[in-house]
Every structure is written in C-alpha cells, then in structure tokens.
C-alpha cells in the first residue's frame, strides 16, 4: 500500500477502483463536500465534460470548489510533484463575491488569454506525445491557447523567490491549431535548484495538463486519459445485460475450461 498511488477524479463518479499500483477515487461535482483533500494525491484529474453548458455549470455550488481548490496548495501540490489533468473547456467564469465572476481557472495561479474562434485544423507541435490516440479524436474546438503567464494578484502566490521573478513560466504545447495557438498544452513552474538544494540547476514542478474535449462519450474520454496519460490500466466492466446471453458452443467451452483447471489444481 506504500507504494500505491493514488488519483482522485472530480466531475466524474465512475472510477472508483483499485489496482495493483493505483486507488482512484472519483466524485461527481455534487460530491465536492465529500472530498476529504484533493492534494492528498498523486494526481489530480478534472473533467469539466459533464458541466459544458452554463445550465450545467450553474447547479455546481462553487463555494465549496472554492474551499477544496486554492492557489497556495496547489502551488504546493506541484512543487511536490503533484500532477493536474484538466479535460474540456476551462475557458468559463465563476460565481466569487456578490455579482463578480473569476476565471474557472483561478487556483492555478495562471492568468490565461484565450481565443475564442472555432475551427477544425490541428497539427502536432511535439514529435512524440502520449496524447495522439486522444488527439485523433478531436474533430472540432471552440477554443485555443494564445498566452499563459503567471498571475501575480494570485492569493497565495507571495513566495519571496517569485516576488523576485526567479520562478518563471513553462508551456509545452502538444497540438496546436493554424494559428500556432495551443489546444493540448500543458503549464508547470521552473524554480532554481536553490530551492531544492542544487544552485546549479534548475528545478520543475508537476505539470498541469489541459486536454480539449473530443468526440467520445465522458468514460471513454477519461478512460483514455488514465492509460495513456497516466498509464492506469483499466478494464472497462461488462455490461449487466451481456451477462444473461451465450455465444453459440460457450456453454461446452466454460465446461472444458472448467474441467482443464481441476486437472491443472491436482
């Protein structure tokens, strides 16, 4: 158990499972409350997939987000190699105080500048990526990345080291459209080695990763995630109803199976 990791999925409730390497807790965006500490993880994945509509967003009580996200401990969680995977459109505003609205984006401590024209065209930016079975199927986007910096009016970013501009932005972008604007990109800090014990180098924190929304159904789309970004194997269950029907000869086969593995136990 010491060396199993662990992955918390939010926005979805359909991966509650254990493997031999992995826990994966999953809550729905209903269940936030119940989420003990999201930065008690390995990996932290957010599927904004079942909230892409402001119907679907405004039954999300976003106080208690809120509460469970913060700049400081995710700026925390990174720094200790923690790893965050947002899927779908996180280019939306919030609900904050009164009338104001903030950026979805807010704990990150990143300050966005999207694009907001549509089109189909994508072209890999990275030679070799874990994301191409992914990216195959994105059809179309709504959105593409034009910049990303560091927030500075972020609460929580007043560490003395990025007062003093020594931690700097990273982006790696995967996909990009015609534009050169990013669709499948990820974000982490660079630190000097100082902060870890080695002047000489140059440090990076874990990565936030930001996956378009494609053409698949939410499971699929997350459970092509966890394997070939997380590298979690999992075996999607047989349907109930497949259960109660035989292929033609199953029945003799299940026996001579049966019959092979009392021979195989004497």
């Excluded at 609205?101 to 990526?129: C, H």
Aim: proline content about 6%; hydrophobic content about 40%.
């Amino acid at each position: 158990m010491v060396n199993t990791k662990k992955l918390l999925v939010i926005g979805s409730k359909a991966f509650t499972i254990s493997t031999e390497d992995w826990r994966i807790d999953s809550f729905a965006w209903d269940e936030v409350d119940k989420i003990q500490n999201p930065y008690d993880y390995h990996t932290l994945v957010i599927s904004l997939l079942g909230i892409c509509d402001d119907d679907a967003r405004n039954n999300v009580e976003w106080n208690k987000v809120r509460s469970k996200l913060t700049v400081p401990k995710t700026w925390h969680f990174l720094k200790c190699e923690g790893t965050v995977i947002v899927v779908g459109d996180p280019t939306f505003h919030v609900p904050w105080e009164k009338s104001i609205k903030v950026p979805f984006l807010w704990w990150t401590g990143f300050r966005f500048e999207w694009d907001n024209s549509p089109g189909d065209t994508k072209r890999p930016r990275e030679k070799s990526v874990p994301i191409k079975e992914y990216m195959q199927k994105l059809q179309k986007w709504k959105y593409s990345l034009k910049d990303v910096q560091i927030d500075p009016s972020a609460s929580g970013l007043t560490l003395t080291y990025l007062k003093e501009k020594e931690v700097r932005l990273q982006k790696i972008t995967f996909f990009e459209n015609r534009s050169e604007f990013a669709l499948a990109f990820l974000v982490c800090f660079e630190m000097p080695g100082k902060i870890t014990a080695r002047p000489d180098l140059h440090d990076y924190t874990g990565p936030v990763i930001f996956l378009p929304e494609i053409n698949a159904t939410e499971e699929e789309t997350l459970m092509i995630v966890l394997r070939d970004v997380c590298d979690v194997e999992i075996l999607t269950p047989e349907p109930e109803w497949v259960r109660h029907y035989a292929a033609p000869g199953q029945n003799q086969i299940d026996k001579r199976i049966s019959t092979l593995k009392k021979a195989i136990l004497k």
